[in-house]
């Protein structure tokens, strides 16, 4: 299994910005998929997460402004992200089956 990050960048607060998590090994509506994110400094937490059957959830600190999807057909999942703040700068990883990706950087700036 392997899962691999893109869409990172830099972005001016208030952007938006979509990662997307290619999945190989094994296939994505088969399994849940969770967003993470690790900020400098900070312990990696939980972003996003979409079920096996599509049920979504989000952290407090990104509902409303970031949304979680999958697209089966191409394997992948993606992050959507709005309002994006400062706060939210971090690497982000996509984790399913045991496995992570080795992340991505999103660096909200001005």
């Known amino acids: 299994v392997q899962l691999v990050e893109s869409g990172g960048g830099l972005v001016q607060p208030g952007g938006s910005l979509t990662l997307s998590c290619l999945a190989s090994?094994?296939?994505?509506?088969?399994?849940?998929m969770r967003w993470y994110r690790q900020a400098p400094g900070k312990q990696r937490e939980l972003v996003a997460d979409v079920s096996l059957i599509g049920v979504t959830n989000y952290a407090e600190s990104v509902k409303g402004r970031f949304t979680t999807s999958r697209d089966n057909s191409k394997n992948t999942a993606y992050l959507q992200m709005n309002s994006l703040k400062p706060e939210d700068t971090a690497v982000y990883f996509c984790?399913?089956?045991?496995?992570w990706g080795k992340g991505t950087l999103v660096t909200v700036s001005s």
């Open positions: 984790y399913s089956v045991n496995t």
């Open positions: 090994g094994m296939f994505i509506d088969k399994h849940g």
